[in-house]
């Protein structure tokens, strides 16, 4: 059964850092295109960046360039998101999603409707 799991949210101060982790099980992770998506209060999901497991290739959306960064391991089978610099507006349920989609660095990242499974998400919290 194909599965992804977040962990790695918590409560941290403006200013801080995180790293989310996504851990896959059920297939095979370089077989995947990973996303992260983030789903603010009364807001949309949105996606933030993507991975190509194959060959690390990844994407970020405009605004968050700079202060995340996608890496993934695959021999633990995981992606993870590193977080820095974090602000009040950072807040938001992280969520990672597979999809057999895949992309190049020229392009974008794959819709939100082609990710076929979706982890449970992890809280974000931005206070001081």
């Known amino acids: 059964q194909l599965q992804l799991v977040e962990s790695g949210g918590g409560l941290v101060q403006p200013g801080g850092s995180l790293r989310l982790s996504c851990a896959a099980s059920?297939?095979?992770?370089?077989?995947?295109?990973i996303g992260w998506f983030r789903q603010a209060p009364g807001k949309e999901r949105k996606g933030i960046s993507c991975i190509k497991a194959s060959d690390g290739t990844t994407l970020y959306a405009d605004s968050l360039k700079g202060r995340f960064t996608l890496s993934r391991d695959n021999t633990k089978n995981t992606v993870y998101l590193q977080i820095n610099s974090l602000e009040h507006e950072d807040t938001a349920v992280y969520f990672c999603a597979a999809t057999k989609s895949h992309f190049d660095a020229s392009g974008s990242c794959p819709r939100k409707s082609e990710y076929s499974y979706w982890g449970q998400g992890t809280q974000v919290t931005v206070s001081s």
């Open positions: 059920g297939f095979t992770l370089p077989d995947y295109s």
